[in-house]
């Protein structure tokens, strides 16, 4: 960089995302959900920064995953925070704006199978490569 330069701005928002991304996945593995996947949304959609799918073994974690998280975003992040599908709990969509969380009972998920539509990067003309981080 040269001398005169102005130093590069660090994004406050960038770094937020960053701290709610981070917090979702350590909540998520506290709770022992199942499959954790990201998946960065960062140039591909404006909808979020990452999108993060995960599974429960029954309705009840599922339910308990979602409520225990949305607590942790709102306290550790002072952040409110979307919620859909709590009540049946099969899928449980956590609008947190810069991430979006998908909670699965296992057989939903794979009906589903948000991973395959939302996981890919174009490689070359023909090519697709998923791209996909799991925990």
Do not use: C
Request: aromatic letters at 6%; charged letters at 30%.
């Amino acid at each position: 960089m040269p001398r005169n330069a102005p130093a590069p701005l660090i994004d406050g928002a960038d770094e937020q995302a960053e701290a709610l991304h981070a917090l979702v996945l350590r909540s998520l593995d506290d709770d022992q959900a199942l499959e954790i996947v990201s998946i960065p949304l960062s140039g591909k959609s404006n909808i979020a920064d990452y999108m993060v799918i995960a599974s429960g073994r029954s309705t009840r974690q599922v339910a308990s995953m979602a409520q225990k998280l949305t607590e942790r975003i709102k306290r550790e992040l002072g952040r409110n925070v979307r919620v859909e599908g709590l009540p049946v709990a099969d899928w449980v969509l956590i609008d947190a704006d810069d991430v979006i969380v998908h909670l699965f009972r296992p057989e939903v998920r794979s009906f589903y199978n948000l991973e395959r539509m939302w996981a890919f990067e174009e490689r070359g003309p023909d090519e697709r490569t998923p791209v996909v981080a799991t925990r």
